[in-house]
């Protein structure tokens, strides 16, 4: 294909990405470009060809977080292990989280939202059926999202669909959403990996027990605990995926067996690599580490309504006497990005660095505690390994650059049992862990709005909290882009949050394994590995 | 059949009672030392979304706020009739443990029957060229692998077999869905790693307690007799040994059903000591009461099993004059 042709091929996909042309228009665009492109194509072929998917093989994945306690329950499913073979794998959502970060339809073909984003309508893909045979219905849809909603449900996703008012179906392929209030980031929340489409059961409910979706892989084998076997599904709504023929989730959970597997050839894919044996991988040229930017990420949260945090200085003082390049080196081999005391991940939309960056600055951090009527200041800082893997070593670090500034830091080491318990919330100075949230909205409203349930620095800002309204209902996006990026300069500046460091997703993954961008919202390239890998 | 004289079927009966008393002893620790495990399973699944209100319904919904004797006597009830309820993950006991037991035993089962015959055969001939160069060469070799920890007989095998010469898989996570010959293929290291573990330690008592029985008057005589060596062991001096043999092997093999633990981790073996360590990182207590009695009725009943051996191979008890 002629540049040009790949140009204008990537500007379609654009359009049929931001929902400006449908999918199926897509496809006729590109077959008409490829055919245009045709004399090109052969003569670009051997170039490319690496990097052009094909079929077949059998590709094992080696994950470090099965627990005997899994179930195919789609209001469990508690880590990447389940995630990956159930949400990923065995079932489609309405939407999915494309490897760059946007929101794509996947059993939807498109999603419009009206009456100020509260009400949202999608439009399912003609054609869908389950493993079984069976059709998708809106039924299916609403018992799908009815399973997570009510009373009587332990799901873990009730909270989050607690702003919806009605599901109501729309002819044979339309569903409507209904929202107690306007939600411009709906799409993004209907991609969580709880909300899968599952047949629904005579009289109600869903039937999740057999295993059954109408995702790119059916289910043969499930043992909890140990591992999930699941073969191609040959009826895929989407072109020539997936292209592995048959895939495995392995439970390895000790470190060293799951990098001996892999070294072994057991596995093509290990998760939660090591770091400290990063080295060791990267020589042998069969194997590969691949690092995905995430949402996670480790702080150090101050309480805003308690002495001595409640002063701005004081907070400025302690983020410029912290020298996060040192705790990235020294804690996290270099393995980690350093924290301007934003939680917005640079892979999440609307994103921006706020300035000025905090750097260590021992007189910078002097001036402020001048400014805050100090010349010294004795602070608790309450940590665990509980609180993130290296929060110890961490906290002794910042101890030291503290000191140089007249800062005395007397690290309080609490017990990893009943951590959230006792000092999450509690304390007011505590380390913590954030997996963090795809959208802005989702992330401020479960943790930074003033009356979040997980608000760790008690942060009350009015500015902020009004934005936060604002923004969540405003459907024009470059106005929504100016209110986030000014709720992440707020928060930077005067927040009492101290990001440490946002850590990449560390996996390994066999050369015989090609991929194309990698996406890190969730893990696994959004869990979804299973249906963009392909052996080459 | 006077083989069973009156005395010995009393004190089989009696270690039998004995050793039913010592189970309800242990189901007692288990219990308490259960309780006094710090954080709860509602704060280990709700994680920092447990607020207080959260906690008292999950503890309410899986019966913790009753009395501690009630609990225990109501758990106790169920489990002598082989009944441990339900996980706190809402799962029956049974089918959690089940498997992974069956797994377990498999690898103990086919550890045993290669290492027993094996260790006692080399403890023989330890015994019968003492102090000569087969002696010294198996207690040295033995000697080394009691020495070192299993995990790393366990990784220096991996290296070795797996990584460097492929010839076995470093991974042993079995699967129900897998044929027999490739379970016992996957099976291969763990054995190996096990079998090294526990021959030195039956080996060496082997010999040892032979040996002893070798300096008492009545092989002397045997000796005398003009007897040659090796029938002096087999016919004077194992059946008096067989008391003191029995109660190591029980030992063992008592170990290989409840120590294996750090090996079922290194292979990814999916064994009951896996599970047991699972359900304490969740405090899910229904599994973990019902991992440690069963660990312990295999202790106790192991050696009970050695006890009555040894009692019903004594010559004097069973040839009374």
Redesign the interface.
């Known amino acids: 294909m002629s540049d040009s042709a790949f140009l204008e091929m990537k500007f379609w996909a654009e359009q049929a990405r931001k929902g400006g042309i449908s999918r199926r228009e897509f496809l006729g665009r590109a077959a008409a470009l490829a055919a245009v492109a045709g004399a090109g194509t052969s003569f670009f072929a051997s170039g490319a060809q690496a990097q052009e998917p094909k079929q077949g093989g059998f590709a094992r994945f080696g994950m470090s977080d099965a ?3 899994d ?1 195919l329950d789609p209001g469990t499913w508690p880590a990447s292990f389940v995630q990956a073979a159930f949400s990923g794998s065995l079932c489609n959502n309405l939407t999915e989280i494309a490897a760059d970060g946007s929101i794509i339809g996947d059993l939807a073909e498109s999603f419009e939202p009206a009456d100020g984003a509260r009400k949202w309508t999608f439009k399912i893909k003609k054609g869908i059926t389950f493993h079984d045979g069976k059709s998708l219905t809106m039924a299916d849809i609403q018992e799908s999202f009815r399973h997570h909603m009510g009373d009587g449900s332990t799901s873990a996703a009730k909270s989050l669909l607690s702003q919806i008012d009605t599901i109501t179906p729309d002819g044979p392929d339309t569903i409507v959403f209904n929202l107690k209030s306007g939600t411009a980031d709906f799409p993004y929340l209907v991609a969580d990996y709880h909300l899968s489409i599952i047949p629904a059961k005579e009289g109600g409910g869903i039937d999740w027990q057999r295993g059954v979706g109408t995702g790119s892989f059916t289910l043969e ?1 499930f ?1 909890p ?3 999930i ?1 699941m073969k191609r599904n040959p009826n895929y709504h989407k072109n020539n995926k997936p292209y592995f023929d048959e895939i495995e989730y ?5 470190a ?2 799951r990098m ?2 892999f ?2 050839g ?2 093509e894919f290990i998760g939660d690599l090591d770091v400290k044996s990063i080295g060791l991988m990267e020589r042998n040229p069969a194997l590969s580490v691949l690092r995905v930017p995430s949402l996670r990420h480790f702080t150090f949260d101050m309480d805003t309504s308690t002495a001595p945090f409640d002063n701005p200085d004081v907070r400025l003082a302690l983020k410029y006497a912290i020298d996060r390049d040192d705790i990235v080196r020294k804690v996290f081999l270099g393995e980690a990005i350093k924290g301007n005391d934003s939680p917005v991940a640079s892979t999440m939309p609307f994103h921006i660095e706020p300035k000025p960056v905090f750097n260590y600055d021992i007189d910078k951090a002097k001036a402020h505690l001048a400014k805050a009527g100090l010349t010294s200041l004795d602070v608790d800082l309450s940590v665990a390994e509980a609180a993130f893997p290296g929060a110890i070593d961490a906290a002794v670090l910042f101890q030291q650059h503290a000191a140089k500034a007249g800062i005395n830091i007397n690290i309080v080491r609490e ?1 990893d ?2 951590y ?2 006792n000092v ?2 509690k304390k007011p100075f505590n380390g913590c862990d954030w997996y963090g949230r795809p959208t802005c909205d989702w992330l401020f409203s479960t943790s930074y709005s003033k009356d979040a ?2 608000n760790n620095t008690h942060w009350k800002n009015q500015r902020f909290n009004e934005l936060l309204v604002e923004a969540r209902s405003e459907t024009d996006q470059a106005k929504r882009a100016t209110q986030y990026a000014e709720m992440q300069q707020i928060l930077h500046d005067d927040g009492g949050v101290l990001t440490v460091a946002f850590v990449n997703w560390i996996v390994g993954v066999s050369a015989k394994i090609g991929h194309g961008q990698v996406g890190g919202i969730f893990p696994c390239d959004n869990l979804r590995m299973s249906e963009r890998w392909w052996m080459v | 059949m006077g083989l069973v004289s009156n005395p010995i079927a009393k004190m089989i009966l009696q270690r039998i009672g004995l050793g039913l008393l010592s189970l309800v002893i242990v189901s007692l620790v288990i219990f308490l030392a259960v309780n006094l495990l ?2 709860s399973f509602a ?1 280990a699944v709700l ?4 607020t207080p209100d959260a ?1 008292a319904a999950f503890q309410h919904q899986l019966g913790l706020d009753r009395p501690m004797v009630d609990r225990y006597f109501t758990w106790l009830s169920s489990a002598l009739q082989g009944d441990f309820g339900n ?1 706190f ?1 809402k ?1 029956p006991v049974g089918t ?1 443990i089940g ?2 037991l069956l797994s377990t035993l498999r690898l103990a089962g086919i550890t045993a029957a290669i290492a027993v015959p094996l260790a006692i055969l080399l403890g023989i001939v330890c015994a019968r060229y003492r102090n000569r160069l087969p002696d010294r060469f198996l207690s040295a070799v033995t000697l080394a692998a009691i020495s070192v920890p299993e995990f790393f007989i366990a ?1 220096v095998l ?1 290296l070795f077999l ?2 460097r010469l ?1 010839i076995f ?3 042993s ?1 079995i ?3 897998m044929h027999f010959d490739e379970q016992l293929y996957r099976m291969a290291l763990p054995i190996m790693t096990l079998l090294f573990v526990v021959l030195a330690h039956m080996m060496r008592n082997t010999r040892a307690a032979i040996l002893n029985v070798m300096s008492r008057p009545f092989i002397e005589m045997a000796q005398l007799k003009g007897e040659p060596e090796m029938r002096v062991i087999m016919r004077h001096a194992l059946p008096n040994a067989i008391g003191s043999i029995a109660s190591v092997v029980a030992i063992n093999l008592a170990y290989l059903i409840a120590g294996v633990v750090v090996v079922e ?4 073996y ?1 064994g009951i000591g ?2 047991m360590v ?1 359900a304490v990182r ?1 405090r ?1 207590v229904p599994v973990i009461q019902a991992c440690a009695l069963i660990f312990s009725t295999a202790y106790i009943l192991l050696n009970l099993l050695a006890d009555i051996i040894s009692i019903v191979s004594n010559p004097r008890l069973l040839h009374p004059r």
């Open positions: 627990s005997q306690q179930t084998n043992e605990g140990v591992s076997k392995v439970a390895i959970m000790d060293t067996a001996n597997a070294m072994t057991e596995v017990a049992d009943g959230w318990e999450f919330l349930s997980w | 710090p954080g704060s994680g920092r979304s447990a906690v996980s993950s799962r959690i498997p992974r990784y991996m797996a990584t492929h898989p470093s991974l996570s699967r129900s869905s981790v290194v292979f990814v999916p896996q599970t699972d969740n899910d």
